[in-house]
C-alpha cells in the first residue's frame, strides 16, 4: 500500500476523487480514504496544516494502514531562483529550519534523539517523482533540501536564514515533520512541492493567487508516480 498525505483538502482532492472502491475511516480527526489508484492501493489523508498535525496523520496511517511508502504531496514557497510558480521542487533531504537546541552547542535543526539535522528520503521515490515531473508539462524541477517549521515564510530575512543555514530549495510547514516519523519507522518517504509563492513579503498575495494551480501540478506528479510502481 501507499500512503499519500497533503496538509489541506485541496493538495489531495484530486487524487482523492480518482479512488476506486473508495472507504472512509475518521481518526483522531482526520479522515482517510482508502481505495484502489491504477491498480495499486492507497490510502489518503489531508492532514492539516503544521508539524503537530503532520506527525499524528503520518503515525496513525502507519500503524493503522502499514503503507510501504509515504509520498507527501502539496505547495511550498521557493528558496531558489531556479524554481518559480507552478515549478516542482523533489526532496532528496527534509530539515526543520525552526528546531534549535543551539544553546547547548548541537547544529541549527539538531533532531535530539536522532542525533542527525537533514532526514534522508527514500532513493526510488526521488527517482519516481523526478520522472513523474516530465509526464505533467514543461515544469522546471529541481531535487534539494525542503525546510519545514511552524510559520509561514513571508520575509527576505528569515527566508535568507533558512537558505544559508541549511541549503534549502524550498519551504512549508510538513514535510519534515513527516519525513522523521516515516524515518523513526523505518517506511519510506517521499515529498513533492509545488511553488506556490516566493516566501518573501509578498508570498501572502501570492499563495492565494496560485495555491490552485501548484496543488493540481503536485497532485498530477504523484498520481503518476502510482501508475509507475
Known sequence: MVGIIGAMGIEV????????????????GIEFYTGVLSGKDVVVAACGIGKVAAAVCA???????????????GVGGTLTDRLGVGDIAVADFTVQHDMDTSPLGDPLGLISGLNIVKIPCSTAAIK???????????LKSVVGTIASGDQ????????EFIIKNFGAVACDMECASLGQVCYMNGVNFGAVRAISD???????VDYGKFLETA?????????FVIEAL
Open 59 to 73: 503515525q496513525t496511517m502507519i500503524l493503522k494502514f502499514g503503507p510501504e511508502l509515504i509520498i507527501n504531496t
Open 128 to 138: 519516481l517523482l523526478s520522472e513523474s515531473i516530465a509526464k505533467v508539462g514543461s
Open 13 to 28: 482532492e484530486q487524487i482523492k476523487a480518482s479512488l476506486k472502491n473508495k472507504e472512509t475511516i475518521k481518526i483522531s
Open 215 to 223: 496543488a493540481r501540478n503536485a497532485a498530477n506528479v504523484v498520481k
Open 198 to 204: 516566493s516566501a518573501d513579503g509578498e508570498s501572502h
Open 152 to 159: 509561514f515564510v513571508n520575509g527576505r530575512e528569515r527566508k
